[in-house]
């Protein structure tokens, strides 16, 4: 029997056709290729996940704002206390927190999960209060 034979399902000889060298060939292209893939992938699961730590971070900057500007009145420590037990019940961190008048400006943070600790932060902002010279009080 010759090195490049082999037996083939019926128990008879059959000649590789096969040239030397060429065996497995595609395999390291395509192993690259499924990385590649794999790495698109995971940079579009991290991009996704970063937009919505960004619109949780902005949504609840704006609930905390409305909470403050309810409680201004009562002063800037109970209406910030407000507005840190909103963000507090969403798992977000209220970085800043002011209050003058009736309105409440409101800064929030939010560490992307899954990321690696303080990787990445997002923020988010608002404002809230009566709008100046509109409604009533413009007659």
């Given amino acids: ?3 490049k034979d082999s037996y083939g399902p019926t128990g008879t000889v059959r000649e590789d056709d096969s040239s030397p060298g060429e065996g497995g060939s595609a395999t390291v292209p395509a192993a690259m290729l499924t990385l590649a893939v794999l790495a698109v992938c995971w940079l ?3 991009f996704g996940a970063v937009v919505v730590a ?8 704006d609930l905390a704002a409305l909470a403050a500007a309810a409680y201004a009145p009562e002063g800037q420590w109970v209406a910030c206390s407000r507005a840190a037990e909103v963000t507090r019940r969403m ?5 800043d927190c002011r209050v003058r008048g009736r309105r409440a ?3 929030t943070e939010l560490a992307v999960p899954g990321a690696p ?3 990445w932060l997002v923020t988010g902002r608002a404002l809230a209060g009566p709008i100046e ?4 009080a413009q007659e």
């Fill in 91 to 95: 798992n977000l961190e209220l970085s």
């Fill in 133 to 136: 010279g509109r409604g009533a």
């Fill in 54 to 61: 960004g619109h949780r971070a902005r949504g609840a900057a």
């Fill in 105 to 107: 400006w409101v800064h």
């Fill in 1 to 3: 029997m010759r090195a």
């Fill in 44 to 46: 579009g699961v991290q």
């Fill in 117 to 119: 600790q303080g990787a």
